[in-house]
């Protein structure tokens, strides 16, 4: 029972790439969520999902996108990245009120 | 819309001293309360939690108390050690908006 996983661990970008961060769960939890973590900051909802085929903006989802998948996966997108998205971005589920975390994508944009 | 306000560190305890972090929230209808950490390098964790006023969560010899009247859910614990060491992020989750609000967390650091 892994919960809930995130690839890859680390990753340095150019500004003007795009890449995709990828988020599963063997949980089979509805909703999901995107957040990214900064120092000072705290955590900020990026987007999150609802279930299955629904998305919702969060509090910081500009430059960014999200695909759910299916019940399982639900992936974070940048289109053309840039240094003021350098951060830890962590994935997570929810059941009932308790949300359960990956252990997070450490991303740097150079 | 719901904010939480916790603490700022970082918070440095010698080993086996009383912690307290504060927290204070402000939320519309009865949201349930969280105390997360995240260790370092890691993803958070749930710590405990309380859903309705004057529960006490606990773990890990860590308590809270879900205080209504003074919107507060404060973090102790009455011996640190130093695998304690961590960031301790406060939230709340009001179900009708399927959201979770954290606090910007308090690194504590516990010295030997």
């Known amino acids: 029972n892994a919960g809930v996983t995130q690839t890859p661990k680390f990753q340095v970008l150019k500004t003007g790439q795009s890449m995709t961060l990828q988020c599963a769960q063997d949980m089979n939890h509805n909703s999901m969520y995107w957040y990214r973590q900064d120092p000072g900051m705290g955590l900020r909802l990026i987007y999150y999902?609802?279930?299955?085929?629904?998305?919702d903006k969060g509090e910081v989802p500009n430059g960014y996108n999200v695909s759910r998948l299916n019940k399982r996966e639900f992936s974070l997108r940048l289109e053309s990245a840039a240094p003021s998205q350098t951060s830890v971005y962590f994935c997570?589920?929810?059941?009932?009120?308790?949300?359960?975390f990956g252990p997070g994508t450490r991303l740097l944009v150079l | 819309g719901d904010s939480v306000t916790q603490m700022e560190g970082p918070v440095t305890l010698s080993e086996e001293a009383f912690l307290t972090i504060n927290c204070t929230y402000t939320a519309t209808g009865y949201p349930s309360l969280f105390w997360y950490v995240q260790y370092p390098g890691e993803g958070l964790q749930l710590l405990l939690k309380?859903?309705?006023?004057?529960d006490k969560g606990s773990n890990k010899g860590f308590e809270a108390t879900y205080r209504k009247e003074t919107t507060s859910f404060h973090l102790e614990k009455g011996s640190v050690q130093v695998s304690d060491s961590a960031v301790y992020f406060c939230?709340?989750?009001?179900?009708?908006?399927?959201?979770?609000?954290f606090g910007t967390g308090t690194k504590l650091q516990v010295i030997p």
């Open positions: 939230a709340l989750f009001s179900g009708g908006y399927q959201k979770v609000t």
């Open positions: 997570a589920t929810r059941t009932g009120n308790t949300q359960y």
């Open positions: 999902s609802a279930s299955e085929g629904t998305t």
């Open positions: 309380a859903t309705k006023a004057d």
